[in-house]
């Protein structure tokens, strides 16, 4: 998972030639949200230099999620779980206060697609199978907290993110499946395909936490990652 993506932050920093990301002063707000936007718009390729995967796909090789405890009862587990749309950026507001940062990012939508395999129940329904899936999300709402940590090495300072929350809140949710939910039930398999969408915000209320949890620990893993490459010096204004 580490491998992922992310992120939002790296924005801060006038890193490279070929990315140009604008630099800040470190109080200043609007700079970095301005800033913010203009990196995560970028970054649609890799920026190898600073170690930034392209946001536009994420691409996760293995995502697990495991099972709620309302109507998703079974362990989610995911190949190639490739996410679309993080830089269509709606709306950005991005605060440094003290050493919190925190960002309120608004996207057009996200798409998911991915390989799948499960084996439990959905609703009141028994699934069990594997094949290829697509969730779209509509005008998601992202809300990331990161609390830094500065450290030195040698003789240079470091920004670090020790924790973070991270909250999405969708507009609507769409699930696409291929036909082997019920070992090729394509009736059935479009009945529960209905029910899922119908009841897409009862779904989300149970695994939302989850997914708010494993995307959080990409984006600070990826933020980290820039972070250890780059010193405050560089990162801000002074
Ligand atoms: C941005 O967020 C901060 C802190 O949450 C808030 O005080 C400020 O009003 C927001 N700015 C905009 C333009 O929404
Ligand atoms: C994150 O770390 C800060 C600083 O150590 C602490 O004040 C805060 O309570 C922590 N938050 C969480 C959610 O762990």
Known sequence: MSKCLVVFLVIIADLSESA????????????????????????????????????????????????????????????????????????????????????????????????????????IFPIKGKGTGMITVDKPEFILTFNLEEYEKEGEKYLKVINKTLSIKPQKMHFEFSNDLFGGDKEF??????????????????????????YGQIFMSIFNNLLSKVPISELFNS
């Not at 398999?189 to 494993?214: L, Q, R």
């Open 20 to 123: 140009s990301f604008k630099k800040c002063s470190r109080n200043d707000n609007q700079c970095l949200t301005l800033s913010i936007k203009d990196a995560l718009e970028q970054l649609t390729v890799p920026i190898k230099e600073v170690g930034l995967p392209s946001l536009d796909p994420l691409e996760i090789p293995a995502l697990s999620i495991g099972a709620g405890t309302g109507p998703v009862q079974f362990n989610q587990n995911y190949k190639n779980f490739k996410i679309y749309g993080f830089t269509k950026v709606e709306s950005i507001n991005a605060t440094l206060t003290e050493n919190i940062l925190k960002i309120d990012l608004h996207v057009l939508e996200t798409l998911s697609d991915f390989e799948y395999e499960v084996d439990g129940k959905i609703l």
């Open 189 to 214: 398999t479009n009945i529960v395909k209905t029910a899922m969408n119908e009841n897409w915000k009862d779904i989300y209320a149970d695994v939302g936490p989850s997914y708010e949890e494993a």
